[in-house]
T-cell receptor
Framework: KAGVTQTPRYLIKTRGQQVTLSCSPI?????VSWYQQTPGQGLQFLFE???????NKGNFPGRFSGRQFSNSRSEMNVSTLELGDSALYLC???????????????FGPGTRLTVL | SQELEQSPQSLIVQEGKNLTINCTSS?????LYWYKQKYGEGLIFLMM?????EEKSHEKITAKLDEKKQQSSLHITASQPSHAGIYLC???????????FGTGTSLTVIP
């Protein structure tokens, strides 16, 4: 079974631009979560999608948005990029939603975004 | 503020030594997960603990969840260079149903 794939793996953008990152979950997984990882803040939850609906959202500004398609693939979008958005963005998929359920998340390799 | 605190932040040990990493929460945890990450890469699942007092082992790594389900420890016996990386605990807490990660522990094993 193929693992979680994320594209692109590396991205360089300039301030003010927008970016779209893609995540393909493991076949059969319907939950996709996104995380931002930076040296200063560590791994922080962005949002979770299950069956095309956003279930949870972390404490990030509205510039960060996402969506999930009927095939469970997910995209996240960051508009008006800032220098502080430079980070490793990780996507994780699981069979069932987060929260109270003992549900292992499988992580992709991440997309390294650099904002200049 | 961090929902999950890990200690220590970093650890440098000689190959063959034992070590312990702790993960503490102020709230009751609904499932505690341990992951390992090589720098700049995705996370690799190590173990999941569900019940208070539970203990699981895989090869030379043992993880425990305390009775009150608010603290977990990860113990590595006879460390090897392959154990090097960043160890992260993760958990769901009831409030907000969100998944949190700990602050991470960077492990270096010197041959």
């Amino acid at each position: 079974k193929a693992g979680v794939t994320q594209t692109p793996r590396y991205l360089i953008k300039t301030r003010g631009q927008q970016v779209t990152l893609s995540c393909s979950p493991i076949s059969g997984h319907r939950s996709v979560s996104w995380y931002q990882q930076t040296p200063g803040q560590g791994l922080q939850f962005l949002f979770e999608y299950f069956s095309e609906t956003q279930r949870n959202k972390g404490n990030f500004p509205g510039r960060f948005s996402g969506r999930q398609f009927s095939n469970s693939r997910s995209e996240m979008n960051v508009s008006t990029l800032e220098l502080g958005d430079s980070a490793l963005y990780l996507c994780a998929s699981s069979l069932a939603p987060q929260g109270g359920s003992y549900n292992e998340q499988f992580f992709g390799p991440g997309t390294r975004l650099t904002v200049l | 503020s961090q929902e999950l605190e890990q200690s220590p932040q970093s650890l440098i040990v000689q190959e063959g030594k034992n070590l312990t990493i702790n993960c503490t929460s102020s709230k009751t945890l609904y499932g505690l997960y341990w992951y390992k990450q090589k720098y700049g890469e995705g996370l690799i699942f190590l173990m999941m603990l569900q019940k208070g007092g539970e203990e699981k082992s895989h090869e030379k790594i043992t993880a425990k969840l305390d009775e009150k389900k608010q603290q977990s420890s990860l113990h590595i016996t006879a460390s090897q260079p392959s154990h090097a990386g960043i160890y992260l605990c993760g958990a769901s807490v009831y409030t907000g149903n969100q998944f949190y990660f700990g602050t991470g522990t960077s492990l270096t094993v010197i041959p």
